[in-house]
């Protein structure tokens, strides 16, 4: 009408995004799929010294935690777009343009990226100190310590592009539809 | 006395392909309708009702035919454009109040405000007003699973009216609701209409809620049966 359109920014992305994360059920199952992930990096990160075979292992569980931490990561924003059809609809009528849908489910998986490498440094500290009492803390690196952060929220990123790309195209007449 | 109508629409049509045959949800509808109007659309369920709505408020575009907003032509605009229709000069009301989840009652209503660019404290300002307004002032921070159908609609009326805008569309607004309390949201919607000046037309297949209307528009099969002056 005078050319304005609408406004969502990061700090309004924000305070939604956290509402849902804290109203979400399967929330804990994110968090847990990525802060094993995390854990298991971070006990690496942890512990460098140890023979050769038992750095191979320790690689493989990596890897193997790291799958596993974005396919159900994946899954989870899925069902989660997909549990909110309707309210993204919502959303859409009222002034959302698709780029704010987007937005808000990134940082959605952002936040939840950061929880769940908060929660794997713990598990990772904890970890460690059951497995090699021989083991002195003073050894953390912080570069160990912020990169499992950065995994964990890349991990939680990119698992998420194709389910928010996917709420991001949901027409709302479609969704809004079926009553009841 | 009545001058320019705030909507109008001239010879729309929009037309649904489904396995080969073609449905014809709308088909050559005009209608007018003037700033502080409380019209009532009833027809039987796929008259074409939603179809009308979808229509005015940019979310679909026509096969055939025109909306003119204010006398904007709507097929003229953009995404953003009509995403600051939807955001600014429309308030929806739906039948199954689609409020979301996981907000309260206050945050709910003031949702709208954040899309139209105002401050979420005052956005929370406007948004506890307007509760107010619809009697849900000790409902703030009620989830919207912890209140009843009417006040879920209640709440979804506050919502509608939060960025004052010129137009309200209602779908089947009391679908939902039992039979005392559709009457009652109706009551309150036509309130609103006389207090604050705002359009509001409202689909219904029930004709028990149409009193009081300014016109009633009657659709059938996506066609204008009749259009009543109160
Ligand atoms: N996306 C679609 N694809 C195919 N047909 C559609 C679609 N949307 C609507 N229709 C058809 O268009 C007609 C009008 O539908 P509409 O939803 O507008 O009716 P309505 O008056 O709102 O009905 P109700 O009272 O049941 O809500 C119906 O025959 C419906 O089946
Ligand atoms: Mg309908």
Known sequence: ?180 | MKSEPLIEVVDLARYYEMAGTIIKALDGVNLEFYRGEYVSIVGPSGSGKTTLFNLIGGLDRPTRGKVYVDGVDLAELDAYELAWLRCRKIGYIFQNFNLIGVLTALENVALPTVFAGLPWEEGLKKAEELLRLVGLGDRLGHLPSELSAGQQQRVAIARAMVNDPDIILADEPTGNLDHETGRRIIGLLQRLNREREVTIIAATHDVEMIKGSDRVVWLRDGRVEKIEVK
């Open chain 1, 1 to 180: 009408m005078n050319g304005d359109s609408t406004h969502f920014g990061l700090t309004d992305a924000f305070r939604l995004g956290l509402r849902y994360i804290r109203g979400r059920g399967q929330a804990p199952v994110n968090i847990a799929s990525i802060s094993l992930a995390s854990a298991f990096y971070a006990y690496i990160a942890l512990m460098r010294m140890g023979t050769q075979t038992l750095r191979t292992y320790r690689l493989w569980l990596l890897s193997v935690a790291v799958i596993v931490a974005a396919v159900s990561m994946a899954t989870v924003m899925l069902i989660s777009v997909y549990e909110r059809y309707r309210e993204i609809g919502v959303l859409k009528c009222l002034g959302a343009l698709d780029r704010h849908v987007f937005l808000l489910l990134i940082v959605e998986a952002l936040i939840q990226g950061l929880i769940g490498g908060g929660i794997g440094i713990l598990l990772g500290f904890i970890s460690t100190l059951i497995s090699n009492t021989s083991t002195s803390l003073t050894g953390v690196n912080y570069l160990g310590l912020s990169s499992t952060l950065l995994l964990s929220t890349l991990i939680s990123i990119v698992s998420s592009l194709y389910p928010a790309y996917r709420a991001m195209r949901l027409n709302p007449i479609e969704v809004l539809r079926y009553e009841v």
